[in-house]
């Protein structure tokens, strides 16, 4: 099983970045699939997830800024980040998750924002 992240870089504070992952889960659909970050020095957050039923939640950190969505005729997730803050630099994983037993991750995407 794959998941591959894409998108990352960086931005200036206000800024917009938009990731991807695309993974090899199939079926995709049967998979509640999420966006985690770990920031240097801290341990690995959620950020937001996004149910088989196309609900997503997110961190207070992130509310009205950042925007989950999937594309499940692509098996990919996307998460638009808006008005970027330099607290929001971290490494971005994805998550892909069924049943809780069959749990995989892709290997990141580093987020840079510069003040």
């Known amino acids: 099983v794959q998941l591959q992240a894409s998108g990352g870089g960086l931005v200036q504070a206000g800024g917009s970045l938009r990731l991807s992952c695309t993974t090899s889960v199939i079926p995709f659909d049967l998979y509640d699939m999420a966006w985690y970050r770990r920031a240097p020095g801290k341990q690995r957050d959620l950020v937001a997830p996004i149910t088989t039923g196309n609900s997503p939640n997110y961190a207070d950190s992130v509310k009205g800024r950042f925007t989950i969505s999937r594309d499940n005729a692509k098996n990919t997730v996307y998460l638009q980040m808006n008005s970027l803050k330099p607290e929001d630099t971290a490494v971005y994983y994805c998550?892909?998750?069924?049943?809780?037993?069959?749990?995989?991750w892709g290997q990141g995407t580093l987020v840079t924002v510069s003040s």
């Open positions: 998550n892909a998750n069924f049943q809780r037993a069959h749990d995989y």
